[in-house]
T-cell receptor
Framework: AAGVIQSPRHLIKEKRETATLKCYPI?????VYWYQQGPGQDPQFLIS???????DKGSIPDRFSAQQFSDYHSELNMSSLELGDSALYFC????????????FGPGTRLTVT | GEDVEQSLFLSVREGDSSVINCTYT??????LYWYKQEPGAGLQLLTY?????DMKQDQRLTVLLNKKDKHLSLRIADTQTGDSAIYFC???????????FGTGTKLQVIP
C-alpha cells in the first residue's frame, strides 16, 4: 500500500540558511500534519492542514511556515536555521481532519551545522 | 511528553511477554495510541483504542485502558527480537488535530 512520502530524507544546512521539506500524503488523504522529533525526544506537533487550510497549530517557531497545495502535498519552510532545529521532521496524513489514524512518513533528518 | 509519561526502558527475554505502561493526564483524551519506532525509522501505528473501551486485542498485541486511573498498557505476547524498538504511547482529543506523544519506552529483547 502507498505510504506517506517525504523528501529529502536527509538534509544538511548551515546556520541562517533556509530549508524546504516536502510531504506527499497517502492518496485520498486530505489532511497533513507536521511533527518535530529532537534527538532522544518524543515527536512534537508543529502544524496541520485540512483541505489546504491550516487546521491546528502547535509549537511551530515563527521562522517556520507551511502550506498545503491543491494536490494535497505540503511543504514546511524553515528560515534562519539554528543549531537547535536539527531534528527528525515527520509528516503524517489522514483522511479528514482529526481522524483517529494518522499515518507517518519516514521523516526528513535535518542537520544544521 | 509532559502530559503522557512512560518508563524509559524495558528488557525482556525472547518468548516472554512484554508489558509497556503509560499514564496520561488529560481526561478528555478520546483516542489512545501505541506507535513503534525502530532505529532511524519512522513511526508505525500499531494499534489504538477509543476512550470508551477498556480492552483491545490484535494478534500478539493487547491494549488495556483504565480510564479511572488514566493508565494505558500494551502487552506484547511471545516477544521477538524484531520487536526491539521504542514504543510511544500517544493521545488525541476529538476536535483537535494533534497527537501528543509520551516520552517513549525502549524495549530490548534478549535472545
Amino acid at each position: 500500500a502507498a505510504g506517506v512520502i517525504q523528501s529529502p530524507r536527509h538534509l544538511i544546512k548551515e546556520k541562517r540558511e533556509t530549508a524546504t521539506l516536502k510531504c506527499y500524503p497517502i492518496p485520498r488523504h486530505d489532511t497533513v500534519y507536521w511533527y518535530q522529533q529532537g534527538p532522544g525526544q518524543d515527536p512534537q506537533f508543529l502544524i496541520s492542514f485540512y483541505e489546504k487550510m491550516q487546521s491546528d497549530k502547535g509549537s511551530i517557531p515563527d521562522r517556520f511556515s507551511a502550506q498545503q497545495f491543491s494536490d494535497y502535498h505540503s511543504e514546511l519552510n524553515m528560515s534562519s536555521l539554528e543549531l537547535g532545529d536539527s531534528a527528525l521532521y515527520f509528516c503524517a496524513s489522514s483522511y479528514q481532519a482529526g481522524a483517529r489514524e494518522q499515518y507517518f512518513g519516514p521523516g526528513t533528518r535535518l542537520t544544521v551545522t | 511528553g509532559e502530559d503522557v509519561e512512560q518508563s524509559l526502558f524495558l528488557s525482556v527475554r525472547e518468548g516472554d511477554s512484554s508489558v509497556i505502561n503509560c499514564t496520561y493526564t488529560d481526561s478528555s483524551s478520546t483516542y489512545l495510541y501505541w506507535y513503534k519506532q525502530e532505529p532511524g525509522a519512522g513511526l508505525q501505528l500499531l494499534t489504538y483504542i477509543f476512550s470508551n473501551m477498556d480492552m483491545k486485542q490484535d494478534q500478539r498485541l493487547t491494549v488495556l485502558l483504565n480510564k479511572k486511573d488514566k493508565h494505558l498498557s500494551l502487552r506484547i505476547a511471545d516477544t521477538q527480537t524484531g520487536d526491539s524498538a521504542i514504543y510511544f504511547c500517544a493521545e488525541s482529543i476529538q476536535g483537535y488535530q494533534k497527537v501528543t506523544f509520551g516520552t517513549g519506552t525502549k524495549l530490548q529483547v534478549i535472545p
